[in-house]
């Protein structure tokens, strides 16, 4: 079982519309969780980290269910310059950051 | 200005022909990272540096060897490049967590896509 798992998509989806992507990681000792943006052929670049108690910022809201070992993202009112990779992002290390990268979910928003 | 510094951003080098990636920083982290993408998966971790200890992912080929002469600069050496060694090779850095109740970024260069003909 791959540490981090997330649908691969890609998901089409226009502009305005809500698109919620999910996440699952198999180390329940993981302490901490991220969703980084990567768009074509450029890095990882931090979009935002994942409280236990869910937060947003704009027009995005990440959760994180530890009980079940679960993560998600909710980009609402999508635009196209959201179209990318979102990857899944889970901290293994101890007083470092050990990224565990998940293959991503790639979006596409059409006019 | 960049803060990870990658060098070159691409590097074609030759079948069996090693090949030194080069990766600077200015944020004087403390940890240093080597991150491989390959098309359409996840970067994987090949080692990292704390301070000057290095640390050798598992799964790592012994192909792939490390550097870091200082706080600010570390290098990749692939001693015989193959075919599947292609890529897009990542570095990042991160501080030290030790002490710190809040989730830290870490920082990433441009990447280096390596080609191998």
């Known amino acids: 079982r791959k540490e981090v798992e997330q649908d691969p998509g890609p998901f089409n989806v226009p502009e305005g519309a809500t698109v919620a992507f999910n996440c699952t990681y198999s180390?329940?000792?993981?302490?901490?969780f991220f969703w980084y943006r990567q768009d074509c052929r450029k890095e990882p670049k931090l979009l935002m980290s994942?409280?236990?108690s869910g937060n947003e910022d704009g027009r995005f809201t990440a959760q994180l269910n530890r009980a079940s070992q679960y993560i998600s993202l909710l980009i609402r009112d999508s635009k196209l310059s959201d179209s990318a990779t979102y990857l899944c992002?889970?901290?293994?290390?101890?007083?470092?950051?050990?990224?565990?990268f998940g293959t991503g979910t790639r979006l596409l928003v059409s006019p | 200005d960049a803060m990870v510094i990658q060098n070159p951003r691409y590097q074609v080098t030759q079948f069996g022909k090693p090949v030194t990636l080069s990766c600077s920083q200015t944020?004087?982290?403390?940890?240093m990272y080597w991150y491989q993408q390959k098309s359409s998966q996840a970067p994987k971790l090949l080692f990292h540096?704390?301070?000057?200890?290095?640390?050798n992912e598992a799964d790592t080929p012994d192909n792939f060897q490390s550097r870091r002469p200082n706080t600010s600069f570390c290098f990749l050496d692939i001693r015989s490049p193959g075919l599947g060694d292609a890529a897009m090779y990542l570095c990042?850095?991160?501080?030290?967590?030790?002490?710190?109740?809040?989730?830290?970024?870490?920082?990433f260069g441009q990447g280096t896509r390596l080609t191998v003909v």
């Open positions: 992002v889970v901290n293994k290390g101890e007083g470092f950051q050990k990224l565990v």
């Open positions: 944020l004087n982290h403390n940890v």
């Open positions: 180390n329940s000792a993981s302490q901490s």
């Open positions: 990042a850095t991160s501080r030290d967590l030790f002490g710190q109740a809040v989730n830290t970024e870490a920082f």
């Open positions: 540096y704390y301070d000057k200890d290095f640390n």
């Open positions: 994942v409280y236990s």
